[in-house]
């Protein structure tokens, strides 16, 4: 980190002690009795202890926010209590990464706006010691009227930092947002193309030096090249021992990024441990849930010239099962319609992980293998048959036709179907490589 | 933390978020900042061209007695009404990131402040120059103190009540729509352009329930008839002030608590 990021310490600072970074003057103090401790009870900056925590909300059947709904509809008792947490205890130590899983409505986002101090439990208390900064997403808070510098002191005091401090790191900031953004950075952010705004409402975000960060989805937008930018910084922020606490529904983000895992379910911890471990218990019960999740997908991009048009595509698995197991065989099914004279069509299949990895390609021109001629009406199927040596996870299937030199796309289908693969947990990654481990004694040593 | 230090820890974020509110308004309008002056001033002629006929004889000056009555009253009311909607319209804040709630109708009263002592320092000179040119009587720098305490009490009743309505608000929606009628009510309510010693007592007595009377009188007091208020009523102008602020500050810290469930 360049010199510039290691603002004056304030008296109060509670990380000047040992950190070495602190901010130059604070990020807001919350009410102690679910607020910022006293430093003085002997919990380091960073920690977290959730105790006993329950939080409701009220669920209005038709949401009454007028004086009518409010003075009428009270007495019919159309509002409902819902209880997204139900009785959660933790304790977060210094340094600690940890994700929150859980469906949605599992309580995790609940949880997290709980111990960034959004919300307020209805029972029990959460403590935080020393600052807590929460991330914000695109730039929230940004006023299109005002211009990016502006925009930038400004979000900077919402998140509790003085004026001091963004001085520091202000240049730091916009370089991080691009040179783009660093050309118009006296312009009105209205101006602003959304892949600005976005760069720069994470550069301001990803320089906060708190204790404890608590980041809700937000990585879950934007490039490749700027996410893997802001994750890098995410990351130097955890080397550097700040707590993170993370929401995501992207469980490889959890397994990377965040040592530990808590998984909730219906407001309750069900599992809290090394994060692989956790996400990989998350996985099993989501895929035994929906029995084996093999089915249509969204779905991804479909073009192509149209002379081919690829229908009904399934997969099936082998036997009676419907969830799919690691080295069970599968196929993938087609049917492809001819629309136009077309001589050798290429039929081709694609194997990606979650995150877009390229696992598994393959194709008729690849094997030599020829498929006939074909004239406007005719219907052909198509058959791959596949050995899913792949580990517990999800991922997708996309196929596709093609004129017999590859090089004109009849129908592409984009990650057309996905599955979900179970499996004992023995190794982490994507491929099973049918790996053991033998351990024996060497005798006379 | 305490709720007080807490705010005082984010007078820096009060400060940026009035100074947004400042930028803002006027940023796509040719005239910008001058119409913080001349909504007064065209309200001025407007008033005066339909009262001033009306009160011939009984106030001179008509214009200057409009302004030292309409300048505090709209400060209120802007503040007011812009207020209401401020935890509401900031509700994507509110939902994503902690900082203290308060600042939010805070910097509306703070930004409407601006306003009104840039309305004030030019009633000030046009003042002075009636003075030199035409009427003794308008020595209003001897009452400066008196203009410093109304403005302060002016500024804690309404930062009372700019809580306490954003605060409901987010709880009861009606309320944003019920703002324009209730001040057009208390408008009239307030001897803004009219003079309050020509009522008849009952009604007078009634006038003078409203704390928005004691406040214009101040106003008044000190820039318009260059006298003092009496002590009954200055207590009573600090007691309605003191008062409000306390039930706005703890209705908001109460309701606060949820503001991320409503909004």
New interface residues.
Partial sequence: MPDVSHPDRTRDDPSGAGGGFGVA??L?????ET??GDLSSGAAPGSVLVDDVWES??VYHERA???RD?LFARRKNVTEEFWALRGVSLRLDPGDTVGLIGENGSGKSTLL?CI?????PSRGTVQTYGR?A?M??LG??F?P??TGR?NV??NS????F??RYTDQVFDEMVEFAGQQVAEAIDR?VRTYSSGMYLRLGFAVSVHLQPDILII?EVLAVGDAKFVKKCYDRIHELKRRGVTIVVVSHDLETVATLCDRAIYLERGKVVADGPSVEVVDRYRADVTAEQGGAVGRWEGGAVYGSGDMTLRDIRLLTGGERDSIRTGDRIAVKFRAHVNAEVDNPVFGLIVRANDGTYLYDTNTLWRHQETGRYAPGDEVEVTFELRANLLPGRYTVTVAASRHDGKVVYDWHSDALGFDVAGEFVANGLVELDGSISVMPIAGT | MHPVRELLDARELLRNLTIRELKVRYKRSALGFLWTLLNPLLMMAVFTAVFSTFFKGMLSWFPIYFLTGYLPFAFFQASATVATGSIVGNGNLIRKVYFPRSVLPLSVVLAQLVHLLLGLGVLVVAETIIYIGWDRSFDWWWYLPLLVVAIALLTIFTAGLAMLLAAANTFLRDIQEFTTVAFLMWFYATPVIYPLDQLPGWVQTLIKLNPMTHFVEFFRDSLYSTSLPTWSTLMAGVGSALGMFVLGWLTFSRLSRDFAKEV
Avoid: V
């Avoid at chain 1, 807001?28 to 102690?32: L, T």
């Avoid at chain 1, 960034?116 to 307020?120: C, D, M």
């Fill in positions: 003057a604070g807001h103090h919350r009410e102690n607020g910022r909300f009220k926010q007028g004086l409010r706006k960034a101090g959004i919300l307020r807590t929460s914000l997403e929230a808070g006023h009227d005002l502006e002191y400004l005091s919402i998140l509790g003085s004026r009105p809700d």
